[in-house]
């Protein structure tokens, strides 16, 4: 019934010709680290080739030659992340791709940008600020292939997600036009302690990466990524962690979105689902409805003197996954407790020895709806890191969609990362059509992941 993914469009960026703003370019090229390779077709052993099969080799040969002209990444050829062509070669050892190199190595200066151009550091927790970083997003960020709905961060939301323990606003880069002071440009980083296997690594998360729509296609992403990644490694820090709709060199996993239905007469009128086959829409509403109330007993919002037994739960979950963040109390208090249309944590306490047993959490990101008469937003409840010790699973996630029902949020999306997987049909997800990739800087994996294998969910 859900045909479509909110929020996350999937193109491919085939190498854009005469469109470069100099600077740009020269800053994009001049990153180069080593020359992309030329993939040579290996000679055929065996018996000689027949004609026809000499013929099918070259039409064989263009199509890959065509293939490979478009699928070429000139930028993220240079950088030190998975190749396409080392894709299934075991043999490379996993773990940093590049060494550190001494901090007084590192490019002192920012990197250039056109005359008319400034690099500024956001100050999130300005108001002013916080409100021009807010309209760039609103109106230039992440939208679905059919541009009906484009991603809406809120403010709070916004100053959440900038602002965890250890922040550096210097990772907060904006750039803007110097004569208007207009900000066209963002990327962020934030630090965070990512454990792959048994390897806990200081990386940066690397988020909202945006260009003004008045400027794509010009290699400014390219320079906002090499910027971003000298201020990250400024701070003796070498790896990142990042999440995209696109496909870049090489996603470590390829995670898919699901939607469950809240509000089903809201999501079909602005286009987000469509009527199933042989459907009505009392059937549909029918189908969807969810009880008044949550029927875990012990379910209850979590509160601030709940950290320390969240994140022992959380700890102890998060363990089994081959990639999952590090989360001390700390990091529990501030990207789990509850904060009003930001985040919702909820748990169940055992009535008899007041153990915190389970825990389910969800994000809000709404979606603006484009160009509808009759609505403007989408309230969407995207889920973040839940746990289930005596309560099952479907249950607790169950109860979760109850919640989300009751504070009115039309529709509630998870990947199929973790355990989701176990509630996602039964519970009445619907798949996306996109998917959403994983990336790890400069850290190789020698093999791709499962959803399963990830512990990870980015903004
Ligand atoms: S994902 C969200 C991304 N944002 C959007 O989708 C919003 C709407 N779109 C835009 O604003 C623009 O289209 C963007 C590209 C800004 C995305 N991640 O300037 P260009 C490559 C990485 O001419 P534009 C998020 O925020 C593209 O393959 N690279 O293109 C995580 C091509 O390179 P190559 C991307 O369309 C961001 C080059 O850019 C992405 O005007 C993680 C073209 O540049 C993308 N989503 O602008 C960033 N899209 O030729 C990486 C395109 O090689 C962080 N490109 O194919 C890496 C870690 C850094 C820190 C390291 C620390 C140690």
Redesign the pocket.
């Known amino acids: 019934m859900i045909f479509f993914v909110n929020g996350i ?1 999937f193109f491919l ?1 085939i190498s ?1 010709s005469a469109t470069f703003l100099e600077t740009f370019q020269m800053v994009d090229s001049n990153a180069s680290s080593g020359s992309p390779e030329e993939t040579q077709n290996p000679i055929p052993d065996g018996n000689a080739p027949s004609e026809s099969d000499l013929a099918l080799d070259t039409l064989a040969q263009n199509v890959q030659e065509s293939l490979s002209l478009e699928t070429r ?5 240079t950088q030190p992340v998975g190749q396409f062509k080392d894709m299934g070669d075991t043999s490379l050892p996993e773990g940093p791709i590049e060494p550190p190199t001494l901090l007084s190595e590192v490019k002192q200066e920012p990197y250039n940008l056109p005359n008319l151009y400034e690099w500024i550091n956001c100050d999130i927790s300005s108001e002013d600020m916080c409100n021009e970083v807010y309209s760039l997003l609103a109106n ?3 939208e679905d292939d059919e541009n009906m709905f484009r991603f809406n961060y809120s403010k709070e939301f916004l100053r959440w997600a900038l602002q965890p323990p250890g922040y550096f606003r210097s990772w907060h880069i904006g750039v803007r036009v110097k004569s208007s002071k207009k900000l066209v440009a963002f990327i962020t ?1 934030i630090p965070a302690k990512i454990r792959v296997r048994d390897e806990v690594v200081n990386m ?1 998360e ?6 003004h729509k008045k400027l ?7 320079v906002m ?1 090499k910027e ?2 000298r201020r ?2 400024l701070e003796n ?4 962690a ?3 709709g ?1 496909v ?1 060199p090489t996603p470590i996993a390829s995670c898919q979105y699901w939607h469950r239905t809240l509000n089903p007469k809201k999501l079909i009128d602005v286009g987000f689902s469509r009527l199933g086959a042989r459907m009505t829409m009392s059937r549909t509403i029918k189908l969807y409805k969810l009880p008044e109330s949550t029927v875990t007993p012990g379910f209850r919002k979590m509160e601030i003197h709940d950290v320390p037994a969240v994140t022992r739960l959380l700890r102890n979950y998060l363990s089994q996954f081959v990639v999952a963040p590090d989360f001390d109390e700390n990091d529990v208090e501030h990207w789990l407790l509850p904060e009003e249309n930001v985040v919702d944590s909820y748990l169940v306490e055992s009535s008899e020895t007041h153990d915190v047993t389970d825990f389910c959490s969800f994000y809000t990101l709404p979606s603006t709806i484009l160009g509808n008469p009759n609505y403007s937003t989408l309230k969407a409840a995207y889920s973040f890191y839940n746990v289930s010790t005596k309560t099952p699973l479907l249950q607790l996630m169950n109860d979760a969609l109850i919640v989300a029902k009751q504070r009115d949020y039309d529709v509630f999306n998870a990947l199929d990362v973790m355990e989701n997987d176990s509630f996602l049909k039964e519970l009445k997800f619907g798949p996306g059509d996109g998917k959403l990739h994983y990336y790890l ?2 850290y190789r994996i020698r093999q791709a992941l499962k959803p399963s294998e990830l512990g990870l969910v980015l903004l």
């Open positions: 469009s960026h854009d990444h000139k930028f993220w050829e230039n960020y992440v980083g940066a690397i988020n909202f990466l945006c260009v794509r296609s010009k290699r400014l992403a390219p990524i971003v990644t990250v490694h820090i070498w790896q990142a990042y999440t995209a696109v870049l800087y400069n």
